[in-house]
């Protein structure tokens, strides 16, 4: 099974990142991070929108690598409407599969933030993968303005 989602995450990676989704500025967001994975030169700008716990919208900017484009793009549409509770546990989880400490990955509750499982089949590509949702972290906890995975 572990093969089928690493073609999978190598269609995703491929299609998101040649055409990522919410990629724009956003002129009324009320949390913006600065993400910057010194590892690979990924720099990341996130925009969310937050409205009564509700991520109401999320958009990001930014130079990096296939990874680190295309996952930032797939979590921007998966938080949308979330509200920050859901986004949270949805961090923690991509967190477990995407470090392996989790071996029986739930696809079903993971839904197409699945395929980024297969990350883990590139150990030196974890950061890249996980800039854009250490950025929402950050963004949801409204504490810091820049963030960097190291
Ligand atoms: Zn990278």
Redesign the pocket.
């Known amino acids: 099974m572990f093969d089928q989602i690493r073609d999978l995450y190598q269609e995703v990676v491929f299609d998101h990142n040649r055409n990522p989704r919410n990629f724009r500025v956003m002129e009324d967001a009320n949390r913006k991070i600065e993400g910057f ?1 010194p590892l ?3 720099r990341i700008t996130l925009y969310v929108k937050i409205d009564e716990g509700l991520i109401k919208d999320v958009s990001f900017q930014g130079a ?2 296939a ?2 484009t295309a996952s930032a793009s797939l979590m921007t549409e998966i938080v949308k409407g979330m509200n920050e509770a859901q986004a949270e546990h949805l961090f923690e989880t991509f967190h477990r599969i995407t470090t392996g400490k989790d071996e029986a990955v739930n696809l079903e509750e993971l839904g197409k933030l699945a395929v980024l499982a297969g990350v883990r089949a590139y150990p030196a ?1 974890v950061k ?1 993968a996980t800039l854009a949702w250490h950025s929402l972290q950050a963004a949801l906890a409204n504490k810091e303005t820049t963030i960097t995975t190291e």
């Open positions: 994975n690979c030169g990924d990096g690598c990874i680190s590509r890249c």
